[in-house]
């Protein structure tokens, strides 16, 4: 028997062959969503032989390590109870995990709250760059949500939508698109003139394929402005919900897109590295994550011509949805995905 995970963390054990057949699974229900290649027969040995080897903790062979990007580094420690500050935050990142970049992050985590406080958060930036040497961003979400009452002044989709309230809904959206890509450019250069190595646009559609668009316009705006600007983009979901269901981009509709089309509407808007996401069903266990994870980030790579930086941890990429991942799991999804699902970094 097998020691392995459910998709919610819980501790389970499974024969060696219940371990194939669910990887199998996993490969063809990505396959059949996105509309993708599957696994060849040898990749799905290897991620076998991977979920069935007794070690704790697995690795890349030698030479095949993949750069590690971070995001919402900064308050991260404090969600655990670790108080120390920002900088010192950042510090540990970089010189205790062995991250290769790190981000200055305020604790709402989104463009619209760090408007207001932009000032003190480009002093913070500042000293951050002062005491770090690693490429240092600063990232937020879009939060398109935060632009609808009783947050914002536009009227709430969610509530006028299950009315029938559609044009209004979908009007509502649009206006709220314009106010985000205005707080996010404005953010974004006031960071970038302060020093940051560049801006990440994180959890991407968390409010639908309007927050998308955002993110999108946002980057062409700040390409425009700064084009040695860097721009990572990592998205919230495997594919793009379709909230409002007309919106395009390029001549693209963004409802329904999964890694491997979203990250080419991402090159096209100006991102320089790609975070896609592989949802987890926690009902699962972690071969069949795996074997979703691994087909759809792979079609992913091979689709992208920037580097492509998969979400591992916390519910995505193949890791169970707890706080603090364990390290079985996590040391087996950040291998695979390497190995297998050919990332540029994790």
Request: hydrophobic share 40%; charged share 25%.
């Amino acid at each position: 028997m097998v020691l392995t995970r459910s998709g919610d963390g819980i501790r389970i054990e499974m024969s060696e062959d219940e371990v194939r057949e669910d990887i199998i699974r996993g490969v063809e229900d990505a396959a059949d969503r996105a509309d993708i290649d599957p696994l060849s027969d040898d990749d799905i040995d290897y991620l076998h032989d991977l979920y069935t080897r007794p070690a704790k903790f697995v690795s890349v062979e030698p030479g095949n390590e993949v750069v590690l990007t971070f995001d919402e580094g900064s308050v991260k420690l404090k969600r655990l109870v670790v108080s120390i500050g920002r900088i010192p935050d950042l510090q540990i990142y970089e010189r205790v995990f062995c991250s290769d970049t790190a981000e200055l992050a305020h604790v709402d985590y989104s463009f619209k709250p760090a408007k207001p406080i932009i000032a003190e958060e480009q002093i913070e930036m500042e000293q951050a760059l002062l005491s770090t040497v690693l490429p240092l961003y600063y990232g937020a979400m879009p939060n398109l949500s935060l632009y609808s009452q009783p947050d914002g002044a536009f009227p709430n989709p969610s509530e006028l939508l299950p009315k029938g309230k559609v044009d209004e809904a979908r009007e509502a959206y649009e206006g709220m698109i314009e106010h985000a890509v205005k707080d996010m450019v404005f953010v974004g250069s006031k960071m970038y003139e302060a020093g940051a190595d560049g801006i990440n646009f994180d959890t991407t559609g968390s409010a639908g394929e309007p927050d998308f668009l955002a993110a999108l316009r946002a980057t062409e705006k700040l390409k425009e402005k700064y084009p040695d600007i860097s721009i990572e983009m990592g998205m919230s979901g495997e594919f793009v919900l379709g909230m409002h269901g007309e919106i395009e981009y390029d001549g693209t509709n963004l409802a329904g897109l999964y890694p491997h089309e979203q990250v080419k509407l991402a090159e096209k808007a100006g991102v320089d590295i790609f975070g896609p996401v592989v949802n987890i069903d926690s009902s699962e266990t972690i071969p069949f994550n795996i074997g979703r994870t691994v087909t759809m980030m792979r079609a992913c790579a091979e689709e992208a011509d920037i580097p492509v930086h998969a979400n591992v941890g916390m519910g995505v990429g193949g890791v169970p949805i707890v706080e603090t991942p364990p390290t079985d799991s996590l040391s087996r999804a950040s291998v695979a995905l390497a190995e297998i699902g050919k990332q540029d970094g994790l």
